[in-house]
């Protein structure tokens, strides 16, 4: 049987970090990506869809949300399973227990194992779902009751932490388990933790990005298991693609010359409406360039949204200052210590004050900065 296997969709996310336009364009395209995977699964008539937790960001949920869903699950003709996670859990307010979804999703509202069966398909599907934000005990119990038929495993939990808070499922408890298949939620970046399930099961990871901890592109899995293996095939759904690169910006004289190396960074890329970029400034520049951040977003060109950081370094004439019997040597001398901390804030901080103080001596305009 096929089946597509998704999870980490967060239905209804802030995206505190945009403006209030962007943001909510976002929780539109958000909604569209979980509509391409359904209209996907309906096109490639797979056999079962299974969500692995946090279909929902949290417990606001809205009602052309609840529409939504209710509108693309009755379009498919295949089972629906969902395993409620800890952004989502089926406690008595939550939307799994006061709506009325189509006749063929099926909800795991316990935390405690159960087992839906499809007979047509000679499959078991067992599961769990959180029932409050915080779950510390492992809640996978027992084993498969018919090795004979497929039996897939469909929970949100983590593998990486016996302490965790988010249900923790020791690998070895999965496969004691026995399931064919386990089709797992919670890590939105999976690589690291798929490489230990490969003979078990696997992580989806998100559909779509929505911050810059979630880079590149993003999906679900679309998984063929039988009784002698599971072949598994990444596709891609993400509308937009979170991307953090970095620039070096060494011997830039003056914003000018930064705003066109930005420019023109982005330009070689090939980056379009589809990216959100995070670029961060490294190299040496003079001590009095205050570079503008703010303004330097305005370079965003055809990229939905991007972000500058400032991580250069000043590029010091550390004898020169010592020796000035200046203000400017007296402003050196007395952020010295401070400029070499072994602490990272008070090295930055005492950087960026001398970085201004030097501006303002060469007469620039720094209040715009």
């Not at 539109?28 to 979980?34: D, G, M, N, P, V």
């Not at 052309?64 to 089972?79: K, N, Q, Y």
């Not at 003079?286 to 972000?307: D, M, Q, R």
Request: with cysteine.
């Amino acid at each position: 049987m096929r089946i597509l296997h998704t999870g980490d969709i967060h239905l209804d996310s802030p995206f505190s970090g945009m403006d209030v336009g962007k943001a909510e364009s976002r929780r539109r395209e958000l909604r569209e990506t979980f509509i391409r995977m359904m209209r996907y699964a309906a096109d490639e008539k797979l056999d079962m869809v299974i969500i692995a937790g946090d279909l929902f960001d949290g417990a606001y949920v809205t009602r052309e949300t609840v529409a939504c869903l209710i509108r693309e699950f009755s379009r498919l003709s295949c089972p629906v399973i969902i395993a409620p996670g800890n952004h989502d859990p089926a406690d008595e307010q939550s939307v799994w227990q006061k709506t009325v979804f189509p006749e063929n999703v099926h909800i795991f509202k316990s935390n405690k194992t159960e087992k839906f069966s499809f007979d047509d398909l000679e499959c078991d599907v067992y599961g769990y779902g959180f029932v409050s934000a915080r779950e510390t005990n492992c809640l996978l119990w027992g084993s498969v009751e018919d090795e004979s038929r497929i039996n897939i495993l469909a929970v949100h939990g983590d593998t990486t932490s016996p302490l965790s808070s988010n249900a923790p499922l020791p690998v070895a408890v999965i496969r004691s388990f026995g399931a064919d298949y386990a089709a797992l939620g919670h890590i939105h970046n999976p690589a690291a933790a798929n490489a230990t399930l490969s003979d078990v099961g696997a992580y989806c990871g998100c559909p779509e990005g929505r911050d810059f901890g979630e880079c590149g592109e993003k999906g679900a899995i679309v998984a063929e298991i039988t009784k002698d293996g599971t072949k598994k095939e990444f596709v891609r759904f993400s509308k937009r693609v979170y991307i953090w690169d970095t620039l070096n910006i060494d011997a830039s004289g003056d914003m000018g010359q930064i705003m066109s190396k930005v420019s023109g960074y982005i330009e070689s890329k090939g980056y379009g409406n589809e990216v959100l970029l995070r670029l961060t400034l490294t190299g040496s520049v003079e001590p009095s360039l205050v570079i503008n951040t703010a303004h330097l977003c305005e370079a965003a060109g055809p990229l939905f949204h991007l972000e500058v950081e400032d991580a250069t370094s000043p590029t010091w004439n550390a004898d020169t200052l010592l020796s000035d019997m200046g203000i400017r040597g007296e402003l050196y001398r007395t952020l010295l210590p401070d400029l070499e901390s072994a602490d990272r804030e008070k090295r930055d901080r005492a950087s960026l004050a001398l970085r201004y103080a030097l501006a303002a001596l060469s007469g620039e305009d720094i209040s715009d900065i």
